[in-house]
């Protein structure tokens, strides 16, 4: 038995047992062919499935949400999923009808299906943040409950969402972290003790997330320092009194509407942490697709800003390698342009090369870890986007909570 707050897959014997495995593969489709266009969540569940290959492993999970072109059956899901794992997956058109219940009641250790997309019945969408105890009596957990012996969760990425298909089966049957998931608590739960001695690199357009996760570490004592990039820099650049420019004034305007407020909420950081939050001292403009590198006292410009520069690419660099622990949430800038993806690049590398335990999140930055050929070389790249932000500013996730209170009600297993 592990001496976590929750059960992991060390504490019991799988063999020949009908375990439920909720993922989430909820990935990018291209509505115009179907073809699933990225599987990194698919491959961030392999450890688990490996770990599993003596059980019969049943899957569920859900793709987008009705009305969205990605909304979608799990047909090709299990296509690619049986690529991505080395053995058959085989889908089953429904969730906990007659067909899906004989067939799960029919399987031979080793055998792996995977359930219809859990969005396509109400219940799931419907009993979302209702009292667990409701959420468990639904039809999808009441029929799959009774035909399983463990529940094991690995969708850390909605392990901020409250709904039957992911804390409903704690309340009835042992609930388990999965590897990701318990991968994904672990080490965040590192980057979150206070120890004062985190670098946060923060950048991306998700400028209240970023400053959600300052603040909060900021108050917490966890962060030794903030280095500011991408959209969040021209937030704090702002809340200093530079004058970005028209172009750039613009982008603020479109993408993130509330930014005066956001600048406001800077500049209290600002003066209240002066000596832990740093933001550019150079950016690189785009001049018609071409680089073009320019002091802060150089703004404002009519050209749009579009990277961090290399002088604070240098010193954010020299930052990270003298840091205990780094965490990066969000690109330093434009880096699907090759012209302004070397501030993202270089300090994605550094990161890497860093002996700091270094932990990356968001879509784009994982994204980021692939263009530019780090997977494996970062210790921990999250799935995790509204999951991870929740985690970091302190607040509860509804799934780790649910697996908590499943270790305690059924620690005599």
């Not at 001049?287 to 002088?311: F, H, N, Q, T």
């Not at 991870?388 to 499943?406: D, R, Y």
Request: charged share 25%; proline share 4%.
């Amino acid at each position: 038995m592990t001496s976590r707050e929750f059960f992991t897959l060390d504490d019991f014997d799988f063999r020949d047992k009908r375990v439920l495995l909720r993922v989430d593969i909820n990935s990018p489709i291209d509505p115009s062919t179907g073809h699933i266009l990225d599987d990194t969540r698919m491959r961030a569940i392999v450890p688990t499935v490996n770990d599993l290959r003596d059980a019969k492993l049943i899957m569920i999970g859900h793709q987008s949400k009705p009305g969205k072109s990605d909304y979608t059956t799990f047909r090709g899901h299990a296509i690619r999923l049986s690529n991505v794992v080395g053995r058959r997956v085989k889908y089953i058109e429904s969730l906990f009808d007659s067909k899906a219940l004989g067939a799960i009641k029919g399987m031979r250790t080793g055998e792996i299906l995977l359930l219809e997309n859990t969005r396509f019945y109400s219940e799931d969408i419907a009993l979302k943040d209702k009292p667990v105890d409701i959420q468990a009596k639904s039809h999808l957990v009441t029929k799959l409950a009774g035909a399983v012996d463990y529940y094991v969760c690995d969708a850390f990425a909605a392990a901020h969402r409250s709904q039957p298909s992911l804390v409903g089966f704690a309340e009835r049957i042992p609930a388990i972290a999965g590897r990701l998931m318990e991968k994904e608590l672990v080490m965040l739960g590192e980057i979150m003790t206070g120890d004062g001695g985190l670098t946060a690199v923060l950048g991306g357009a998700k400028v209240d997330d970023s400053i959600d996760v300052m603040k909060y570490m900021l108050e917490k004592g966890t962060l030794a320092e903030a280095l500011t990039g991408g959209v969040v820099a021209n937030i704090f650049l702002k809340a200093r009194g530079v004058d970005l420019g028209p172009p750039s004034d613009k982008f603020l305007d479109k993408e993130v509407p509330e930014h005066a407020e956001l600048v406001k909420v800077a500049k209290g950081l600002l003066e209240k942490y002066p000596e832990q939050i740093r933001v550019p001292h150079d950016v690189a403009l785009n001049d018609d697709g071409k680089r073009v590198g320019v002091p802060i006292s150089r703004l404002p410009s009519d050209l749009p800003i579009y990277d961090i520069g290399l002088e604070t690419t240098v010193e954010y660099i020299g930052r990270i390698k003298a840091a205990k622990k780094v965490m990066l949430n969000g690109p330093m800038g434009v880096f699907e342009m090759e012209e302004f993806a070397s501030g993202t690049e270089e300090i994605m590398k550094a990161i890497a090369e860093s002996e700091a335990l270094s932990v990356v999140g968001g879509g784009h930055t994982a994204a980021a870890v692939s263009t530019f050929g780090l997977e494996g070389q970062i210790q921990h790249v999250s799935t995790g986007g509204g999951a991870l932000i929740n985690m970091l500013t302190g607040k509860e996730l509804p799934v780790v909570e649910a697996l908590k209170k499943s270790k305690k009600e059924f620690d005599k297993y």
